[in-house]
């Protein structure tokens, strides 16, 4: 027999959502074969089966919240009767597939319920050798005890639900955390202490997975990472001529048009070559410095964001890195990235210009040891060559830096070079 497990998708998941079983207990499964959709904190996948056999057992519902390396299913031969031997682990091959919200909770058949009996000891995903420790037991209004997992128990007491007055819809109708959730949610109104004493209505929403990530990377950032940060503003003007005339030329050509920001992140991967001190990363050991630039742009998305990285971009021309973070962005927001595609970044730029952010300081993702932050172009009265007042198009940028790798002579380096290719943008097309 073959025990499936939760498999490690990215390098920042720890626990995955089962979204639907695709076979079910007793069908026949072939390698290759998908099993199951697995939601990460980046995206939804399909899980192929890695064994011919029989699926013999199904040990998570859907919806339900596994940690890596837990159990959640057994593949067998038709001839087995059990597990007589304690099951080989084996991880599930992950092949990328998108859906946009999580599939409903559904109601446990018979057959599975009577399964759910028989297995009782065996709940949300964790393995029996993992000792239990149960809170006391929510007594019902009649003394009949509510049946519900360890870890809905754990979570009902950190949100003071009362689970007597919870739906399970796991299997036999067992209370599982999704549902203390839920329950949670349907409350709404959670009384806050106020100077004044009154009551605010507050919603309680579940962290996501990507949430869940971008929480503890970024307090890991803060906490861990001496940042410091130093600002410009930049002159635009030759930039936007620059990109009007090749915008033009491009439709004409049938091309795709030129952004703002892949000017910026054209510049961006020429500094780094020229100044590689922001491409390192600080470990005990001493300053790693990186070979090629793995320039990462943040891209939001509707539970979060993510940072998809353009792979030895010093290779590639204007229009290359156009064309393939207008790709990168489109798979991003529609979660068919693979893993390989957003990690293993050396450098990123956050560009908030579209949402009308003028200026802004953001979070080192680790173990960079750089982020671009840029601002939108602004109009605005400025002083020419010529002590003449006359109307300017800049453009505010922050680079943050993490101190132990590069100083602020270093930093100031950085921008001295980038201002130079944004104020006179032929040089990125030489």
Not at 208 to 230: G, N, Y
Not at 347 to 358: H, K, M
Request: hydrophobic share 40%.
């Amino acid at each position: 027999m073959a025990e499936i497990t939760m498999p490690k998708l990215s390098d920042t998941m720890t626990e995955g959502v089962v979204v639907r079983w695709h076979k079910k207990q007793g069908d026949v499964v072939a390698t290759g074969e998908v099993l199951a959709e697995i939601e990460t904190d980046k995206a939804t996948m399909e899980m192929e089966a890695f064994d011919d056999g029989v699926l013999k057992e199904i040990y998570v519902s859907e919806g339900q919240k596994v940690s890596v390396g837990e159990r959640i299913a057994l593949i067998g031969s038709d001839q087995d009767a059990g597990p007589a031997t304690p099951p080989q682990k084996v991880d599930a091959l992950p092949k990328r597939i998108v859906h946009p919200e999580k599939a409903p909770l559904r109601k446990p058949k018979p057959a599975e319920i009577e399964q759910a009996f028989r297995t009782a000891s065996v709940e949300e995903g964790y393995s029996q050798a993992v000792p239990k420790k149960v809170e006391p037991a929510v007594e019902a209004a009649k003394g009949v005890r509510v049946k519900a997992s360890p870890l809905a128990r754990r979570t009902a007491t950190q949100m003071s639900v009362d689970l007597a007055r919870v739906e399970g819809s796991g299997p036999g109708g067992r209370i599982i955390q999704e549902d203390v959730f839920a329950a949670a949610k349907a409350k709404a109104t959670v009384l806050v202490p106020a100077r004044a004493m009154t009551e605010t209505e507050s919603e309680l929403i579940p962290l996501t997975p990507m949430r869940r990530v971008i929480a503890q990377r970024m307090v890991e950032s803060k906490t861990t990472t001496p940042h410091f940060s130093l600002s410009v503003e930049l002159d635009v003007a030759k930039l936007l001529d620059l990109r009007a005339q090749a915008n033009e030329s491009l439709a004409t050509a049938g091309g795709g048009k030129l952004s703002i920001n892949d000017f910026v992140l054209k510049a961006c991967i020429e500094c780094l070559l020229r100044v590689p001190q922001l491409n390192s990363s600080f470990s005990e050991q001493g300053i790693l410095r990186f070979l090629h630039v793995h320039l990462g742009f943040a891209v939001s998305l509707d539970d979060g964001l993510i940072t998809p990285v353009l792979r030895n971009a010093e290779t590639k021309t204007l229009r290359q890195l156009s064309a393939e973070a207008k790709e990168l962005t489109d798979r991003a927001r529609a979660k068919k990235l693979k893993p390989e595609d957003y990690q293993g970044g050396t450098f990123t730029v956050s560009n908030l210009g579209a949402a009308g952010i003028d200026s802004f300081q953001a979070i080192i993702s680790p173990p960079q040891s750089g982020i671009l932050a840029v601002g939108s172009v602004i109009k605005k009265p400025v002083v020419n060559a010529s002590d003449q007042i006359v109307i300017g198009q800049r453009l505010n940028v922050t680079l943050c830096c993490d101190h132990r790798v590069v100083d602020g002579a270093v930093g100031a380096k950085f921008l001295h070079e980038f201002r130079q290719l944004i104020e006179n943008p032929v040089l990125m097309l030489l």
